[in-house]
Nanobody, 126 residues
């Protein structure tokens, strides 16, 4: 069982940056893929980025087309933390951002993630 708590959301102007954090409980954090999803009003939950548990060659990352080049996902296994650095934010990035976790599987599909945080609101003003 993994519990996830997001933080770092807020109000930012277009072009600004935010860093979201996800604190995870549990002793096997290093075996989980960590993902970030967004849900805008009236829309479904959409994939943003994911980072797997890593290996000898390091963790593998995956990004949505919208996030590529602007967002960066990272993790600190020693602290049981995952992060989403968001740069060059746009008003269309406004949404609730959710952290998700999945053990020993990796991908962008919503259904592979059994563990979810409650979300943190990001609002980007124009």
């Amino acid at each position: 069982q993994v519990q996830l708590v997001e933080s770092g959301g807020g109000l930012v102007q277009a072009g600004g940056s935010l860093r979201l954090s996800c604190a995870a409980s549990g002793r096997t954090f290093s075996t989980y893929t960590m993902g970030w999803f967004v849900q805008a009003p009236g829309k479904g939950r959409e994939f943003v980025a994911a980072i797997n548990w890593g290996g000898d060659s390091g963790a593998e990352t995956l990004y949505s087309d919208s996030a590529k080049g602007r967002f960066s996902i990272s993790r600190d296994n020693a602290k049981n933390m995952a992060y989403l650095q968001m740069n060059s934010l746009k008003p269309e990035d406004t949404a609730v951002y959710y952290c998700a976790a999945a053990r020993l599987t990796f991908g962008s599909t919503y259904s592979i993630y059994p563990y979810w945080g409650r979300g943190t609101q990001v609002t980007v003003s124009s």
